[in-house]
């Protein structure tokens, strides 16, 4: 199967020294849940009790990755250089050992202590392979899935540890950036990856729908955004989303706030807002879940939308780029996930051709290089995900791979979108969008 060759006319080129990954986790791809003296997990626990994965599925074997290397990290890291590949590891990707869980997970204050001491393992034991480093990946979703609404692990249903959750994985960063750059000095690079939702209400926005969008992007983004780039919370967040005072230690708002090298940027979708009635929902509309009275969220028809019900919408990760060169002039930043869930599957000839997801990248990283032409300091692209693996609660029901895994035999297929990507990383540029799709 061919796919459109870029660099020809009307190609949106990326700047000569741009860095192009695929980026997966270790809990969704590696399987050997109790190998080489591995103790139980979260999503170990999380996974094996009933009712909580859709199909009682678990990342016991998942892609089996780690059992494909000897020493695993090293060698794969080996491996990957051996190939020009330059690895950028992320330290915790949602699997916190089940043993720091017991003593109270993200709500207490000693994981975040913990977690600066893996951090310094790590660096110690790899930092001659790696130099850029993640410290946390989503910490939004860590907080409000894990600790809030339980849907994830380790299911824990509490607004208080939710909000002593948010401040601890944002101090857990800021601890382990300074034993990153203590292990390796001068070497490492440091940075987090937040998921970022632009809140979008198109049109004029009548007051509570205004007050809505100030509300929602405060409890998404801000809430960790502030922190980070300006060293504090945002009033206009929900108080039950704020880490109350008690929590926060002299001296932990300069930890959180000590520069970054990067920020890494994972998107999806944004939320729309408009004025309704969360007491009478039209099709398509949900309670908007600031809590706020005559708003609504909902999805424009106008957008498709994934298998996952997520808004495909590019525009909204041009808007996140340019909000954050305004934000944090000058700090590189990374997309350190996007991509898309599909319905694929194999066809007769054997190959995956998921048209859908070729779009769906073409789409975003076309928004991608126009960022970086209206000033974004864009200096990667990482896409969600390398292969097929364990979607959290969906289990293995939702495939985001560009390569294909048959889970019953680990047989890899790379689909029509790896073809497509490694076209556009060839080319360093994303061939011009098809009129209609501008
Ligand atoms: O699979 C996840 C990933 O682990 C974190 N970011 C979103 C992806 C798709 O849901």
């Known amino acids: 199967m061919t796919t459109a060759v870029p660099g020809t006319d009307g190609a949106l080129p990326f700047p000569d020294d741009f860095t192009w990954g695929a980026a997966t986790a270790a809990y969704q791809i590696e399987g050997a849940a109790d190998a080489d003296g591995k103790g139980p997990s979260v999503w170990d626990t999380f996974s094996h009790t009933p009712g909580k994965v859709r199909g009682g599925d678990t990342g016991d074997i998942a892609c089996d990755a780690y059992h494909r290397g000897l020493d695993y990290y090293r060698a794969l890291l080996d491996k990957l ?73 380790p299911g824990v249903r509490d607004l208080a540890a939710a909000a002593a959750a948010t401040h601890h994985l944002l101090l857990g960063h800021g601890l382990a950036v300074q034993a990153l750059r203590a292990a390796a000095p001068g070497r490492a690079e440091a940075g987090i990856a937040l998921d970022l939702h632009p809140v979008l209400v198109p049109g004029d926005g009548a007051a509570p729908v205004e007050q809505a969008r100030l509300v929602t992007d405060a409890d ?92 495909v919408d590019p525009d909204g990760l041009y808007d996140v780029l340019l909000r954050l060169a305004k934000d944090a002039p000058g700090l590189a930043l990374y997309v350190t996930e996007n991509g898309c869930a599909a319905e694929d599957y194999v066809g007769p000839d054997g190959a995956v051709n998921d048209i859908e997801r070729v779009s769906y990248l073409h789409k975003h990283l076309a928004a991608a290089a126009r960022a970086i032409r ?65």
């Open 81 to 153: 250089a051996g190939r020009g590949i330059a690895a950028a590891a992320t330290l915790y990707h949602w699997d916190l050992p089940q043993a720091l869980q017991d003593e109270g997970g993200w709500a207490v204050r000693g994981t975040a202590e913990r977690f600066a001491e893996y951090a310094a393992i790590v660096a110690e034991a790899l930092g001659d392979r790696v130099t850029r480093w993640i410290t946390v990946n989503e910490p939004q979703v860590v907080a409000s899935h894990g600790y809030r609404a339980g849907t994830h692990a």
């Open 220 to 311: 998404l983004n801000a809430l960790f955004l502030d922190p980070l780039l300006h060293g504090a919370y945002p009033d206009a967040a929900q108080p039950h989303l704020l880490p109350p005072d008690v929590l926060v230690a002299p001296g932990d708002m300069e930890t959180i706030s000590q520069p970054l090298d990067f920020l890494g940027v994972n998107y999806y979708s944004p939320v729309y807002l408009r004025a309704g009635d969360p007491g009478d929902l039209r099709r398509g509309e949900e309670p908007a879940r600031c809590g706020l009275p005559g708003v609504v969220e909902y999805r424009p028809d106008s957008l498709e939308r994934t298998p996952m019900g997520w808004l």
């Open 374 to 438: 209206d000033g974004a300091n864009l200096a990667g692209y990482y896409v969600w995900s390398l292969l097929d693996n364990f979607e959290w609660a969906w289990g293995y029901q939702k495939r985001f791979g560009i390569v294909f895994v048959d889970f019953g035999t680990q047989r890899r297929i790379p689909k029509a979108s790896a073809r497509f990507y490694a076209d556009v990383i060839r080319a360093n540029a994303v061939p011009a969008l098809p009129r209609s799709a501008r």
